[in-house]
């Protein structure tokens, strides 16, 4: 069964606007990942947020974790071209040992 | 660098055929999972496995078995390979542990006719 599941689908935006991605999940966690995927390829980890923590920042990255709406956001700043990539979330259970994936945002950057 | 190298990019099998994949990692991480992802499916976990020798079965198991015989090395086996299993095959590893991130290989995309 999936866990986390992204809102919205796909979204097209303009180089230098801002992305934001979300996901929600339904059970108790003991963290969020978001990993990127480009086009026919492996995923690439981004940033993980722990049950405890609220805000996370990594260069361009900004998460957030709201554990009493079981929801995450994934803002990207400043958009490029070359973050045209497929975002998903994976949330891994508090029993520690499966992480479970949403089915991804796609997002287009037009340059 | 973590490292993730699965044996092929692309595969064509006919139906009935078995099938190996495998995945390699160099970072001497206990816990190895195979993915596959299918359009509008996301990932579904197929087979995890814990340390050498240790096996789980994930969410889809059927028609997919595995084999850890050495730590750096994981292998998802079709039996019979049949054309619902066309599809794109992922491999993570990761340490450990729940605080940490899974790395990824390539993907193996495989058509079975």
């Known amino acids: 069964s999936q866990q986390g599941e992204e809102d919205p689908q796909a979204l097209s935006i303009q180089e230098g606007e801002n992305a934001t991605m979300n996901c929600s999940y339904k059970t108790s966690i003991n963290n969020l990942q978001w990993y990127r995927q480009n086009s026919g390829r492996g995923l690439v980890h981004l940033i993980l947020i722990r049950s405890n923590e609220r805000e996370k920042h990594s260069g361009r990255l900004r998460v957030t974790l709201d554990t009493s709406k079981k929801s995450s956001s994934l803002l990207i700043t400043a958009s490029r071209a070359a973050d045209t990539a497929s975002y998903f979330c994976a949330t891994c259970d508090t029993g520690g040992f499966k992480t479970i994936f949403g089915a991804g945002t796609r997002l287009f950057v037009k340059a | 660098d973590v490292k993730v190298t699965q044996s092929s990019r692309y595969l064509v099998k006919r139906t009935g055929e078995k099938v190996f994949l495998e995945c390699v990692q160099d970072?001497?991480?206990?816990?190895m999972f195979w993915y596959r992802q299918d359009p509008g499916l996301g990932l579904r976990l197929i087979y995890f496995s814990y340390d050498v020798k240790m096996k789980e079965k994930g969410d889809i198991p059927e028609g997919y078995s595995v084999s850890r015989e050495k730590k750096e090395r994981f292998s998802l086996i079709l039996e019979s390979a049949s054309t619902n299993q066309t599809s794109m095959y992922l491999c993570?590893?990761?340490?450990?542990?729940?605080?940490?991130?899974?790395?990824f290989g390539p993907g193996t995309r495989l058509t079975v006719t």
């Open positions: 970072m001497d991480h206990e816990n």
């Open positions: 993570a590893s990761r340490r450990q542990g729940a605080g940490y991130e899974q790395y």
